[in-house]
Nanobody, 121 residues
Framework: QVQLVESGGGLVQAGGSLRLSCAAS??????MAWFRQAPGKERQFVAGITWNGRLRRHADSVKGRFTISRDDAKNTVYLQMNSLKPEDTANYYC????????????????WGQGTQVTVSS
């Protein structure tokens, strides 16, 4: 079992930055990922990182702007979001699974409750 708790969301102007955190407890030697979901849209892969941090993957829509990282000493995964755009507005979810950075939400076994990110123009 893995328990995930996200934090760090909020309201920011376009061009601004936010850092999301995902605190994990339980069996944490898993791939961790961030997804996002806007109203009326499907849940979308944002970024993922393997259990040892050696592999990272970012969606094309966020490459160069967002960076995923993990601190195993703190059992925490981060998503640093820079140059935010209004289209980044969504509820952001942390996920954990055995998959090697899959992009399909169905490949992940555990989910947090989400944290809202709103980017104003």
């Amino acid at each position: 079992q893995v328990q995930l708790v996200e934090s760090g969301g909020g309201l920011v102007q376009a061009g601004g930055s936010l850092r999301l955190s995902c605190a994990a407890s339980g069996q944490t030697s898993t791939t961790m990922a961030w997804f996002r979901q806007a109203p009326g849209k499907e849940r979308q892969f944002v970024a993922g990182i393997t259990w040892n941090g050696r592999l990272r993957r970012h969606a094309d829509s966020v490459k160069g702007r967002f960076t995923i990282s993990r601190d195993d000493a703190k059992n925490t995964v981060y998503l640093q979001m820079n140059s935010l755009k209004p289209e980044d507005t969504a509820n952001y979810y942390c996920a954990a699974g055995k998959v090697v950075i899959g992009t399909d939400p169905k490949e992940y076994d555990f989910w947090g409750q989400g944290t809202q990110v709103t980017v104003s123009s």
